[in-house]
């Protein structure tokens, strides 16, 4: 049996919270501070380093920088944190906690449809454990997907199994590659480590807004699959998951690119889009429900007004780096919000259906374009479509071929300038924004794309977000349709082991089952799924 492998490391540090710096003193100006505050020599330190680095941006004329500080001593470190006696300064003991490894043996390897970051992490603490898993995937690898996307926004044709949405990596491959959640969870350091280890910058481990960027994660997401490999897993590109043989309420084997793989084990991780995948499951009669999501546009500003609109006189200083925001508002049972904002980035053609136009956001790691855009959308549930969890999935495909046939079905994408948006006219009257979906725009009237409670919505949600970052409600910015791809429309119910209630041995997980939304929720996800079969099962002889 393999070594197991501990989620949590083993540390005793010293934590200084609260350390404030001006802009421009850099990192070691923090630390000199913390060990001031500790009331410590510089020789009694063992290690130093930073464990969140934040922007207090809330006076835009005398801004600051707020760190927290680790420090390892040579001395006693539970005796100066009580001889400092300051709520700020705090000892965190992280003590190992190792993998409990199941009894019950395995007659298969286990098998995961999906290769996003759900289906890529459970898969990895899998391989490294012993299970040697065999993992389905219905785009293909990262180099034939890059190809084939690019193709498509160069005009060449879309390719409905390897596209923005399918493919090694999963759609966060084509993104800003954010690394934000709002779970407090110890398996995002173990996360953020292994990004690291498979070629991340060091700073995802302690900014306290880490992104890669769509360029290095193309990187990473191989170098795991080259781990997974040699360690006795298995991946098959282009090979849908297709049906599964049910016996005694439980997964007996899986059919996929034409081949029948017997397994008792079966995580279902395929991303929100899979929207046969699904069907297949209601058609099988498991526990699914509809999962409120949102729709919406994307809109983009230039990125030197964004900072602007958030750093006033420091805009552009480097140590700084892009704006970014995130803003929302209610008003009664709905809400308008930003959502994955791509610094310096470009709004992308991302369907994965023919005849239809979706739109997403990517950054690449140096976000250097001139453009900022974000997703501006409108919660959406089942007062909007119904109960049936299909109700969800045509409601979007709706509003996405609608959104082809007023682009002139062409994958063109609508589009229309705030300033015709709130006017209610349609017009693309383009100022200082230039549009950045490459197969080009047509100028449209978003009234006509949405239902009214959409549109009454998006238009509130400008003019507030206007107050809280001048100009976001700018004439010339740029709306561009449609946003649909926000999370999964559907929830597929799990008992607390994470199996379906329906039937043994199939684990739905990640963003697609309902459970996550974004890289580092999913690949959580993916983790406590793979836990869960490593407490069951025995590793493979």
């Known amino acids: 049996m393999l070594a197991s492998l501990s989620l949590v490391m083993e540390s005793i540090m010293i934590v200084i919270t609260g350390i404030r710096t001006e802009i421009a003193q850099g990192t070691q100006a923090a630390i000199e501070r913390a060990i001031a505050e500790l009331g410590i020599k ?32 040579t001395c006693d470190e539970e005796e100066a944190v009580k001889k400092a006696n300051k709520p700020s300064i705090t000892l965190r003991s992280t003590e190992q906690t190792p993998l409990v490894f199941g009894s019950q043996k395995l007659n298969s390897r286990p098998v995961i449809a999906g290769f996003g970051p759900a289906g890529m992490f459970a898969g990895l603490l899998l391989a490294q454990n012993g299970y040697r898993p065999i993992i389905l995937e219905r785009g293909g690898d990262v180099d034939t997907r890059v190809q084939a996307v690019e193709g498509f926004w160069q005009g060449k044709g879309l390719d409905t199994a390897t596209n923005v949405q399918f493919g090694e990596g999963g759609a966060g491959t084509f993104s800003d590659g954010k690394l ?4 407090n969870d110890p398996h995002c350091n173990y996360i953020l480590r292994e990004f690291v280890r498979f070629g991340a910058p060091q700073e995802i481990l302690y900014k306290a807004k880490p992104h890669i960027g769509t360029d290095l994660l193309r990187g990473i997401v191989k170098a795991i699959r080259q781990e997974i490999i040699s360690l006795g897993g298995e991946i098959r590109f282009c090979s849908q998951l297709e049906d599964f043989i049910i016996s005694e309420n439980k997964v007996q084997s899986v059919a996929a690119g034409g081949e029948s ?37 994307r809109i983009e500003h230039l990125q030197s007004e964004i900072d602007k609109g958030l750093f006033g006189e420091f805009a ?31 709004v992308v053609p991302s369907a994965s259906e023919e005849n239809s136009v979706v739109v997403n956001g990517m950054s690449e790691y140096a976000r250097d374009k001139a453009n900022a855009n974000s997703a501006l959308v409108v919660s959406v549930d089942s007062r909007d479509f119904g109960d049936n ?5 045509r409601f979007q495909q709706r509003l996405e071929r609608a959104a082809f046939t007023a682009g002139g079905s062409s994958y063109k994408a609508p589009a229309q300038t705030v300033g015709d948006f709130l006017k209610g006219r349609t017009g693309l009257n383009l100022g200082r924004v230039q549009p950045s979906y490459s197969i080009g725009t047509k100028a449209s009237n978003m009234l006509d794309l949405f239902p009214q409670q959409i549109t009454d919505m998006m238009r509130l949600g400008l003019l507030v977000f206007d107050s809280k ?14 946003e649909t791809r926000t999370s999964s429309p559907v ?21 697609g089952a309902g459970y996550a939304g974004g890289i580092m929720s999913a690949a959580v996800d993916g983790l406590k799924i793979a836990e869960s079969i490593i407490q069951k099962y025995a590793p493979l002889e």
Not at 42 to 66: F, G
Not at 491 to 511: A, H, K, M, V
């Open 180 to 183: 934000i959640t709002r779970i």
């Open 316 to 346: 552009g200083h480097s140590a700084l780096g892009k704006g970014e925001y995130q803003l929302s508002h209610r008003r009664g049972e709905r809400a308008v919000y930003t959502f994955c904002m791509c610094p310096g980035g470009t």
């Open 389 to 393: 969890p299909m109700d969800a999935i």
């Open 469 to 482: 970052i001048k100009g976001f409600a700018a004439h010339d910015a740029v709306l561009t349709g449609v």
């Open 42 to 73: 510089q020789s009694n330190v063992k290690n130093s380093y930073i464990i969140k680095a934040s922007v207090d941006a809330r006076r835009r004329t005398n801004m600051s920088m707020v760190y927290s500080v680790g420090l390892e001593l």
């Open 261 to 297: 793989l017997p397994s008792q084990v079966l995580v279902l991780a395929v991303g929100h889009s899979a929207r046969d995948t699904f069907e297949l499951l209601q058609n099988k009669q498991l526990a699914l429900e509809v999962k409120p999501f949102s729709v919406g546009v």
């Open 491 to 511: 929830r597929i119910l799990r008992n607390e082991n994470g199996e379906s209630i329906s039937i043994g041995g199939l684990y739905p997980c990640g963003e």
